[in-house]
T-cell receptor
Framework: EAGVAQSPRYKIIEKRQSVAFWCNPI?????LYWYQQILGQGPKLLIQFQNNGVVDDSQLPKDRFSAERLKGVDSTLKIQPAKLEDSAVYLCASSNRDRGVEETQYFGPGTRLLVL | SQQGEEDPQALSIQEGENATMNCSYKTSINNLQWYRQNSGRGLVHLILIRSNEREKHSGRLRVTLDTSKKSSSLLITASRAADTASYFCATVGRGSNYKLTFGKGTLLTVNP
């Protein structure tokens, strides 16, 4: 079974530029998550999708971050304009909640963003 | 905000020794999960323990949960150099739509 795919793996931009990340979840997984992991901390959930609907985006800085999952499969996360404090690893995860109450989230390799 | 807080922040042991990491959390949970993260394999799910369970085993891993103290521990027995990684506890709060809230992690170094 193919894992969660993310691209690009690394990105360096200057502050005030825009950037987009792409995620393709495991086939058949209805739930998709985007996390931000700042160096030395644990991942923080930014947004959770169930199919193409948003379940939780309470921690997404909506003035600069946006995410979509138009066809309920792959997803993009965009930052516009980027700030220095957005430097982090952006992780995408997916799960199949239909298999039961407890669910395991499968994580992609992440995109490491550096904002200069 | 981070829900779980791991202790210690860093741990260094010799191969063959046991490693114990602790996690404390603040609110009622549905379940608690432990994840491992290293540069080679990214973030990987290790084990899940439900709020009505007290102990769970998986291979060389043993997890305990004390809901009265809002704490959990992860024991890795007979550690190997390949166990070197950061270990995170993550909680799923009651009524949270299965949202995972991670702690800051424990960096484990196993010296050969």
């Amino acid at each position: 079974e193919a894992g969660v795919a993310q691209s690009p793996r690394y990105k360096i931009i200057e502050k005030r530029q825009s950037v987009a990340f792409w995620c393709n979840p495991i086939s058949g997984h209805a739930t998709l998550y985007w996390y931000q992991q700042i160096l030395g901390q644990g991942p923080k959930l930014l947004i959770q999708f169930q199919n193409n609907g948003v379940v939780d985006d309470s921690q997404l800085p909506k003035d600069r971050f946006s995410a979509e999952r138009l066809k309920g499969v792959d997803s993009t996360l965009k930052i516009q304009p980027a700030k220095l404090e957005d430097s982090a690893v952006y992780l995408c995860a997916s799960s199949n909640r239909d298999r039961g109450v407890e669910e395991t989230q499968y994580f992609g390799p992440g995109t490491r963003l550096l904002v200069l | 905000s981070q829900q779980g807080e791991e202790d210690p922040q860093a741990l260094s042991i010799q191969e063959g020794e046991n490693a114990t990491m602790n996690c404390s959390y603040k609110t009622s949970i549905n379940n608690l999960q432990w994840y491992r993260q290293n540069s080679g394999r990214g973030l990987v799910h290790l084990i899940l323990i439900r709020s009505n369970e007290r102990e769970k085993h998986s291979g060389r891993l043993r997890v305990t949960l004390d809901t009265s103290k809002k704490s959990s521990s992860l024991l890795i027995t007979a550690s190997r150099a390949a166990d070197t990684a950061s270990y995170f506890c993550a909680t799923v709060g009651r009524g949270s739509n299965y949202k995972l809230t991670f702690g800051k992690g424990t960096l484990l170094t196993v010296n050969p």
